[in-house]
């Protein structure tokens, strides 16, 4: 690699920055820049640990799972004291602050971004995640999402994407680049060559793009490309194949020979280094995935992910056995000095073109408590949930609900234990929105099952007797390590199943997977919010009762394609 390449985008370089990557890169040790590959991540603080990864290994960078700001805070004075070369402290920046700590703003996801319809507001999240990921450490955002959400099957794409549109994706994911690298904050756009064609799940299984070459270069190419030109200094490969491209640029493979893009020379070398003409840094995703584990040994995809163009390795399955099969690679050939030679460089003058050689890189507990969650942050999550809730169906007559004239609800509420990336979410939602509710004069009555069996079942007739309105409240948050998003209804015979839209009138509001009508056809009054923050619930309520107007734009097709849900 020609070093002087680091004078151009993304990375930038003055000459005195150079000069720091070339004396630091003279002065490395072969095992030295074998280290540096490994980006691992960390859960808490375990000072021995952390030490140790920074200090002896001389990791490249560690990605932190959110925690309280002071564990974050801990951990990052950790690692970059022991370092001698600074590290990349990355997160899952992708909806707010609140993707490294706790204590951090959250502002909606990419999809309650893109429901707003206004690029602007991608801006504002890119910012307010680069501004509170910095106060507390971070230098790189594992975002933006800028897959596309074609296939409403897939189980991990839904709202962490911004829609199903190529154009939308490309406004609000190049608004978000902007928006944090203009606050210092590397971004990452993800996960090449594009996830949501497939209704598979790269964490279980290599998942498949099946777009033709054309239809890849006008949807997906069209992203990367224009982000690329924006400046976008890392790029997340994906589990994720892409045959038609594959064949194209090498021929020679067989449908055996596909392999995802972690280990594609052809798709990393030939499409996104020399066809989109990308100059930044290359990062796996999660080495632990299944998607990249299936195709080939573990011992030879370590060595390979990095030979056949990816620069760093993300996370280890078992941290001395990856290191020792990198080095292995090494010396038996898997990995040339050449290819070493070449992601070290730019793993170098990613750090310099972020200045992490010009500063302690030490968070500021005093600065952190000045950043998150300041007010301007607040006000930017309330404009998002109040921009994004969206109406997709309304039986006329309905809305706007009041106490006076449907007192008596009676609510429906489906939940699940964890968020998008299926880590442990927050207890359910039913418990701060009945007060919300009742505040507003309602009777709220929570549905318990009771005589489920066929004849020992409530009547038709009372139930209508006894309530005016029926809500549900569905907050089925899509994850990783599931194969579908769909509602598992209480045996027998799906006893909450809504049934009663002819006689008693029927809301069914989805505050995560925006598909739900898939399952609900006939709903005739169908709400999505794409997610909750602090304000959802109050706006949401407040657009109930008619206090405020429903503005949400669906970034996808709520509609599944299906010509009954359109009933």
């Not at 493979?253 to 030939?270: F, M, N, R």
Request: proline share 5%.
């Amino acid at each position: 690699m020609d070093i002087h390449l680091l004078r151009q985008k993304p990375f930038n370089l003055e000459e005195e920055d150079l000069q720091w990557v070339t004396s630091t890169f003279e002065g490395l040790t072969t095992d030295e820049k074998i280290g540096q590959l490994f980006f691992m991540v960390g859960y808490k603080q375990d000072e021995p640990f952390l030490t140790r990864l920074a200090g002896d290994l001389g990791i490249g960078g560690l990605m932190c799972r959110s925690m309280d700001k002071e564990s974050v805070m801990a951990t990052v004075s950790t690692l970059q004291s022991a370092a001698r070369i600074p590290l990349l402290i990355a997160a899952n920046l992708e909806a707010g602050g609140q993707g490294i700590t706790k204590d951090g703003t959250k502002i909606g996801s990419n999809m309650t971004i893109a429901a707003t319809d206004d690029p602007e507001m991608a801006y504002e999240l890119g910012k307010i995640c680069a501004l509170e990921g910095k106060s507390v450490g971070a230098n790189y955002a594992f975002a933006p999402v800028v897959d596309v959400d074609y296939n409403f099957r897939n189980p991990i794409t839904n709202t962490r994407t911004f829609g199903s549109d190529p154009e939308r994706v490309k406004a609000m994911g190049a608004a978000y680049v902007q928006g944090a690298q203009e606050q210092g904050m590397a971004t990452s756009i993800k996960h090449f060559p594009g996830d949501g064609v497939d209704e598979r799940d790269q964490h279980l299984v290599t998942s498949v793009n099946t777009l033709t070459t054309d239809e890849w270069d006008r949807s997906f190419g069209s992203i990367y490309r224009h982000l690329i030109d924006e400046g976008a200094k890392t790029v997340m490969i994906g589990h994720i194949a892409l045959p038609e491209y594959s064949k194209k640029l090498d021929p020679s493979l067989k449908d055996e020979d596909i392999l995802p893009a972690s280990l594609a020379k052809e798709l990393l070398l030939g499409l996104l280094r020399e066809q989109l003409g990308f100059n930044g840094l290359i990062l796996t995703d999660a080495t632990t995935m299944a998607g990249m584990n299936i195709p080939m040994p573990r011992h030879e995809l370590v060595p390979r992910s990095i030979e056949n163009g990816c620069d760093m390795f993300l996370f280890t399955k078992n941290l001395d056995e990856d290191v020792a099969f990198m080095k292995q690679g090494f010396e038996q050939g898997l990995l040339s000095a050449q290819r070493l030679d070449e992601a070290v460089l730019r793993i170098l003058g990613l750090k310099a073109s972020l200045a992490l050689h010009k500063s302690s890189n030490i968070p500021s507990p005093d600065t952190a408590e000045n950043i998150l969650r300041q007010e301007h942050h607040l006000n930017i999550a309330e404009q998002v949930a109040d921009r994004s809730i969206t109406l997709v169906k309304e039986e006329q007559g309905v809305l706007p609900i009041t106490s006076g004239r449907f007192k008596r609800v009676l609510l429906y509420d489906i939940e699940s234990e964890a968020n998008a990336l299926g880590y442990n979410k927050s207890s359910g939602l039913a418990a701060s929105f009945i007060p919300l509710l009742e505040a507003e004069g309602f009777e709220v009555t929570r549905f318990e099952p009771s005589g489920v069996y066929e004849g020992l079942q409530g009547s038709s007739r009372d139930m209508q007797d006894r309530y005016d309105l029926i809500l549900y409240l569905c907050n089925l948050a899509t994850k990783s390590n599931q194969t579908a998003v769909r509602i598992e209804w209480i045996n027998p015979m799906g006893v909450n199943v809504p049934i009663y839209m002819q006689s008693i009138p029927t809301i069914f509001i989805s505050t995560e997977n925006p598909y739900h009508l898939l399952d609900v056809p006939r709903v005739k009054t169908f709400i999505n919010t794409y997610g909750v923050n602090d304000y959802t619930l109050p706006l949401l309520v407040r657009k109930l009762t008619g206090q405020s107007a429903f503005k949400g734009k669906s970034p996808v097709d709520p509609f599944c394609g299906k010509w009954d849900t359109r009933l």
